[in-house]
């Protein structure tokens, strides 16, 4: 029996537009009144967390910031783990010297960026909170990010440059063609899920998990069912256990009504 749904957001539980359907919210509705939890895990903001907190009436630590930070029901962060201000430092000046499209998340929300690179609308469009400062290395920065996002196409010298500066220092992963984003490497969305469940006593074999790019292969393999979305891509597909239709078509409530609603 399935006890708890780990969701991702942008690609799963959001449409194209970052909103969520009608059908995608009774659906969790369903779950709640059953008694199932629902865990969204993902790299928006800590604002979004606690926004959809409050917005679905979320009883359980919520996974923001691809698990750099877990918000709890009272909108209180119970766990934190920002990026390295080494890191961070090399990490600003790559972008600088690509110029790239560059996001730095922080603990109180925003996004915060110095450089208007066209590219930094695929994060505005995805809804978070953007803040110019004109130096991202300002101790206000500084001293609470959470996590990156670099928006560059996947062919891009960029990917090998950083990947290659990066590797051992910062956890990378791709969420979907037009981010790359990196935190700290002792966190990620599985090391954030497994702390829920071990607190809430819940085993890998009961719970599902859905998403849809490389940041949720994790927790994907980690569930004893994992969904994918019919908008990922192949290998994630080939990871998951079942297939549902993408995000624009409601497949976060095929999967909870093939899946655990047919338990009652």
């Known amino acids: 029996m399935i006890k708890l749904v780990a969701i991702d957001l942008d690609g799963t539980l959001f449409d194209s537009k970052s909103k969520i359907s009608q059908k995608n919210i009774k659906a969790i509705n369903d779950c709640l009144a059953r008694g199932i939890r629902v865990v969204i895990t993902t790299a928006k903001t800590v604002y979004w967390v606690k926004k959809l907190i409050t917005e679905l009436d979320l009883k359980d630590p919520q996974i923001a910031s691809a698990g750099a930070a877990i918000i709890d029901s009272n909108l209180n962060p119970i766990f934190i783990k920002k990026i390295p201000q ?12 690509y110029g790239v499209g560059f996001g730095a998340s922080c603990l109180d929300g925003y996004v915060y960026y110095e450089n208007d690179n066209p590219d930094l609308r695929y994060i505005w469009e995805s809804g ?20 990156v996002t670099v928006t560059v196409d996947p062919e891009h ?35 954030a899920l497994k702390k829920i469940l071990k607190n809430l006593g819940i085993k890998n074999r009961e719970i599902m998990a859905i998403g849809d790019s490389e940041s949720d292969l994790g927790m994907i393999e980690l569930a004893g069912t994992g969904v994918a979305m019919g908008n990922a891509p192949e290998n994630v597909k080939a990871a998951a256990d079942f297939v549902v239709k993408d995000n624009d078509s409601n497949g976060v409530a095929e999967a909870i009504e093939k899946f655990i609603l047919k338990q009652y």
């Open 128 to 147: 978070e909170r953007p803040k110019f400062i004109s130096n991202l290395l300002d101790s206000r920065v500084l001293n609470q990010v959470l996590l």
């Open 157 to 191: 010298i960029f990917n090998e440059v950083f990947r290659k500066e990066m590797d051992g220092k910062v956890k990378i992963r791709r969420g979907g063609r037009y981010f790359l984003a990196a935190y700290n490497k002792n966190t990620g969305k599985t090391p």
């Open 86 to 97: 080494s890191s961070f430092r090399r990490m600003v000046k790559l972008s600088r010297k």
